[in-house]
């Protein structure tokens, strides 16, 4: 008994949300499309050497002549940064499991993973929308002209 109510229910809710989307056929295909497209790009982000930059641990580190040491839990770590001078505080992500693992902040790397990810999603929603209201604007343009079609 529980089951077929339930079943009923999501019969009636997807039947609502396919008549919401009747007709937006190629709306709802470039939103999937772009979803599965930023997806990709977050899964692809958290297998590379940047996923420290989302996942880690921040910390504060100082820097001389190239070389930047943190602590953790104690210890001192070190990290080579090439192209820096002498900083007396440099944002470092490292892995609290293996502390040895750790990145520099780099500002460029979390813009360019913001715009894979956050672009695509963006337009998908506002695909979805568009393609959601469709029928809602079509109603209204087509009872629109007949008011001004009767005067």
Do not use: C
């Not at 997806?39 to 989302?54: C, F, N, R, V």
């Not at 001192?76 to 609290?96: F, Q, R």
């Not at 293996?98 to 902040?105: F, L, N, R, V």
């Amino acid at each position: 008994m529980a089951v077929s109510r339930r079943r009923l229910i999501l019969g009636s809710v997807l039947a609502r949300v396919r008549k919401w989307f009747d007709g937006a056929g190629w709306f709802v295909g470039l939103a999937v499309t772009l979803f599965v497209f930023a997806l990709l790009a977050a899964l692809l982000g958290l297998q590379s050497s940047d996923h420290l930059l989302w996942t880690g641990q921040q910390v504060v580190g100082t820097e001389q002549r190239g070389i930047v040491s943190y602590q953790w839990n104690g210890q001192t770590y070190s990290l080579d940064a090439p192209g820096y001078g002498n900083a007396k505080a440099i944002t470092v992500y490292l892995n609290p499991g293996d502390p040895s693992q750790a990145m520099i902040d780099n500002v460029a790397a979390q813009v360019v993973a913001v715009l894979l990810i956050g672009v695509p999603v963006t337009g998908g929603v506002v695909l979805l929308v568009v393609g959601g209201t469709r029928n809602y604007r079509w109603a209204r343009r087509k009872l629109k002209r007949a008011r001004e079609f009767r005067l």
